[in-house]
């Protein structure tokens, strides 16, 4: 009988599990037949049938090598899973095997009768349930007969087994007992093993799936990123690359690669640097051309943690980068015609007054009054112009500030003597919470101006209407001391506050709409916070978040004169209303 040759395994699977029929019949009638050549005869003389028993462990061991050395120049291996025919022919083969050494060893020894389990065991890594059952019942069958056969005389006396060899019943119905127990009891572990083979396998299937599921939408969600991704070595090697790394360097990026060949920036040096870190780089391509690249280099690691090699994440920056530039440019171009628009809008006004006023005095026959009256427009017009005009200058060049340690209670004294001092504030009242008797970071001048501002803001929203009273309070916190500066007046919308910080956007008659934005750019470069709570009808709160500082040294003592830098020896209670 040709035994079929088994189908060629795949690389992937280079260390298949050797075939166990054969393995187990080529290496037990090699040892039988060794061991029978070696050892003495446990009886005197001759046993009956030796010779047949000697020819036919030859038998079994030559068509056991010469089916090993077919699967070898098939497979490549002694001991290949041949078809299912095959295999099953390869059982009844180690059926009859062991029953031939049962049958010389003495189908009456029990301890023999548990060679039938090895059949039965091999059976359940090949066959259906059924068929292993139909082992386990064959082998029970086979050696039944063997063991009636000989008790019998129906088979003739065969080496330790014949009629006179045990002639007590009870003995044999022992042996026949116990070999079946044994058999069945190796079918049930083997249909039990079967079963959980079956079930591991479809989990290892179920497994295979979706793990060949995951590693193909890995695959495609690499292939589909527009961003170049390059995996390299410790060493800077390129590992792998996807197609977008290929189009934005314009070249291949073949296994092995230094990464110092594609960007000229040694990016592989992580060791030191073992987070994430971002990079922007100038390269130029085979083709001549100049690009921008820039991306994220983050270590690759391991199960175990240790890091393996560099994962670099980058994109084509040149066109974004000069997006950019055109769009920086477009706002500059807008923040300046909103700003000469802003700045138009507010001189227009008063040029035409004064535009107006020049036509009067061009007429004939004004009386003296009307002069007066007309130079008097003329005059605060002008003023007015130079009062835009100076406030707009002083929102957009950006002078160095001097930052110094302040004494704040000095500062709202030079305060609430400028507020006390102009005629509009008299119908306000200015309550001024306890003063914290501590330095704070700022510029003098502007320190000034920005409050000044604020309280000018505030007096306006009031009105005419209503309690008209403000309030400047102070509250110590660590390392800062926030001023707030609160109306009851009309308030300000949700619109509102978003503009309230654009120069030109403002809300009041009086005034050239630059006030708050002087206040932004002033608290911004002094390092302060400013915040803004407001709502319609309920009035309006800005706090500023004033730095701490340390009292100044005595060399400084010169210049402070304006915030008054040096505590003075009393100062009298800043709470109340104006007079």
Wanted: glycine residues 10%.
């Amino acid at each position: 009988m040709d035994a079929p040759v088994p189908r060629r395994r795949g690389s992937s699977q280079p260390t298949a599990p050797p075939f166990l029929p054969l393995a187990f019949r080529f290496g037990a009638s090699f040892g039988l037949l060794v061991l029978h050549l070696s050892l003495p005869s446990p009886v005197e003389g001759s046993l009956p049938g030796n010779a047949v028993y000697l020819a036919g462990l030859t038998l079994f061991f030559l068509e056991a090598a010469w089916e090993g050395a077919r699967f070898q120049a098939a497979l490549g291996a002694p001991f290949g899973t041949p078809s299912l025919p095959w295999v099953r022919a390869n059982l009844l083969l180690d059926l009859a095997l062991v029953v031939f050494l049962i049958a010389f060893q003495g189908v009456d020894q029990e301890r023999f009768a548990t060679l039938y389990i090895f059949p039965v065991l091999a059976s359940a890594f090949y066959l259906s349930m059924p068929e292993i059952v139909g082992m386990g019942i064959l082998s029970s069958a086979v050696h039944i007969g063997a063991v009636m056969g000989f008790a019998s005389g129906v088979l003739p006396a065969f080496g330790l087994s014949g009629s006179e060899a045990d002639p007590d019943p009870s003995r044999k119905a022992f042996v026949l007992a116990f070999a079946t127990l044994q058999v069945f009891g190796a079918t049930l572990v083997v249909m039990l093993i079967r079963r959980s083979m079956e079930s591991l396998r479809r989990t290892l299937n179920e497994s295979e799936a979706a793990a060949d599921d995951l590693s193909a939408l890995h695959r495609r969600v690499v292939e589909s990123l527009f961003s170049g991704l390059i995996t390299t070595d410790l060493e800077g090697r390129v590992t792998s690359a996807n197609p977008a790394a290929e189009v934005i360097l314009m070249r291949p990026l073949p296994a092995g690669l230094p990464l110092s060949e594609l960007l000229p920036a040694d990016l592989a040096q992580g060791r030191t640097q073992p987070h994430e870190r971002r990079f922007e780089c100038a390269l130029r391509t085979p083709s001549g051309t100049e690009k921008l690249v820039g991306g994220n280099v983050a270590p690759v690691r391991s199960a175990e943690g240790g890091q393996v090699g560099f994962l670099l994440l980058f994109q084509d920056l040149t066109e974004i980068k000069a997006l950019e530039e055109r769009t920086r440019l477009s706002e500059k171009l807008a923040a300046v015609g909103e700003l000469s628009s802003g700045l138009a809008h507010e001189l227009r006004n008063p040029l035409a007054s004064i535009l107006g006023c020049v036509q009067i005095l061009k007429g004939q026959g004004q009386n003296q009054a009307m002069l007066e009256r007309v130079l008097g427009i003329l005059g605060r017009e002008s003023e007015r112009v130079s009062a835009i005009l100076t406030r707009f200058l002083d929102y957009a060049r950006q002078d160095a500030l001097k930052l110094e340690s302040l004494w704040l209670p000095t500062l709202i004294r030079e305060l609430r003597e400028s507020w006390d001092t102009d005629a509009r504030n008299r119908e306000v009242t200015l309550e001024v919470g306890p003063i914290p008797e501590r330095w704070v970071s700022g510029d003098s001048l502007s320190v000034h101006q920005v409050f000044t501002n604020l309280l000018s803001n505030a007096r306006k929203a009031l009105g005419e209407s209503g309690v008209r009273r403000l309030t400047l309070g102070f509250e110590e916190g660590e390392g800062v001391i926030t001023a707030t500066v609160a109306d009851s007046g009309r308030g300000m919308n949700a619109e509102q506050l978003g503009r309230l910080f654009v120069p030109f956007a403002g809300f009041f008659e009086e005034g050239t709409g630059l006030g708050m934005s002087l206040v932004y750019q002033f608290t911004r470069r002094m390092g302060w916070d400013i915040r803004v709570q407001s709502e319609p009808g309920r009035g309006t709160a800005v706090s500023l978040d004033m730095p701490a500082a340390p009292p100044p040294s005595a060399a400084g003592d010169g210049q402070d004169r304006l915030a008054g830098a040096t505590p003075p020896a009393s100062f009298p209670p800043s709470e109340g209303a104006s007079p």
